[in-house]
């Protein structure tokens, strides 16, 4: 079982992108779970949010304190919380930053295995105008992950959000696996 725990601000869609990356793990014929975690509920707020990813059924029902995956949607998260708690030792960590890999690594309590990059804010604010990262950062997800395929998170994305703004959404996904930055470490 792979497990995926997300960390973003309320309002900035980490809830979403666990729903929709599930989704697009189910389209591969996997299993899935995603669910929030909410402290304080509301906009700006730290939110942690988790997906679960096998290729049998998922009866753990707690949240994720050990996961595989780390997805970081707001880099200001880097200076107050330990995003990195619990991550399994060789883990990815995935981070929507301008910043370089030096200076994310200076930030993490724990050197991950494998290190993903991408400005996702600035990919959603070209492509959609919003600093809303949820969708970009799938697209980092996928590339740096390999669990889904580009195509299935799409179709997920375009599945939750219909017509023109479906499509912008999918774009800011390609964008983003095509300008992510994967480092093994």
């Known amino acids: 079982m792979i497990e995926i725990r997300f960390h973003g601000r309320g309002g900035q ?3 979403t992108a666990a729903n ?13 779970q995603a669910f929030p975690f909410f402290g304080v ?16 059924p998922i009866r753990i029902k707690t949240q994720i304190y050990e996961p595989d995956v780390v997805v970081v ?14 991550l399994k030792d060789g883990g990815i960590v995935i981070i929507n930053t301008e910043k370089s890999k030096e200076e994310v ?21 070209d492509v ?23 195509e299935k998170v799409q179709e997920a994305i375009k599945e939750t959000f219909s017509g023109a703004l ?10 983003s696996f095509n300008k ?3 480092y093994e470490l």
Do not use: C, M, Q
């Not at 599930?22 to 899935?32: D, I, L, P, R």
């Not at 509920?41 to 679960?52: L, N, Q, S």
């Not at 949607?73 to 619990?86: M, R, W």
């Open 20 to 32: 929709i990356l599930a989704s697009a793990a189910f389209k591969e014929g996997k299993y899935v």
């Open 166 to 175: 479906g499509e912008k959404n999918a774009k800011a996904a390609e964008e």
């Open 41 to 56: 509920e509301r906009r700006g707020a730290p939110v942690t949010a988790f997906t679960r990813i096998d290729e049998k």
């Open 105 to 125: 690594l200076e930030k993490l309590k724990k050197k991950p295995g494998k290190l993903a990059i991408v400005d996702a804010t600035g990919i959603a604010l």
């Open 128 to 150: 959609l105008g919003l600093p809303i990262t949820n969708t970009a950062i799938l697209g980092a997800v996928a590339k740096a992950t390999g669990l889904v395929k580009l």
């Open 73 to 86: 949607l707001d880099p200001s998260l880097l200076d107050t919380v330990d995003v990195t708690a619990g």
């Open 13 to 15: 869609g980490a809830v």
């Open 180 to 182: 992510t930055v994967v």
